[in-house]
């Protein structure tokens, strides 16, 4: 689950592993569904920018299920309305 910046309580962008990722408001209502062409979408992360960044997997399918999906593996960009929540660098 990751965090908008806007919201530093319980509102996220889980991903569902069913064709899309749903976004929820802190009561858990789904307050947003952003649908997906592949099977397994797997993170999400938020740019800077506002946009989030959704990755998903190859790994598992059947020959059959790579036909009807063939963009999974692939990282999906949706324009999100909110920006995430600066990460520190790491230090080592």
């Known amino acids: 689950m990751v965090?908008?910046?806007?919201?530093r309580g319980a509102s996220g962008w889980p991903c569902t592993g069913g064709r899309e990722v749903r976004r929820y408001d802190p009561t858990g209502r789904v307050v947003g569904v952003v649908p997906l062409p592949v099977l397994q979408p797997t993170s999400c992360a938020f740019g800077s920018d506002g946009r989030?960044?959704?990755t998903s997997a190859r790994n598992g399918l059947s020959?059959?299920?790579l036909e009807?999906?063939?963009?999974?593996g692939s990282v999906f960009v949706v324009e999100s309305g909110t920006a995430g929540v600066p990460v520190p660098p790491f230090r080592s």
């Open 3 to 7: 965090l908008p910046s806007t919201w």
């Open 52 to 54: 989030l960044f959704i």
């Open 63 to 65: 020959a059959e299920e």
């Open 68 to 72: 009807r999906s063939p963009l999974s």
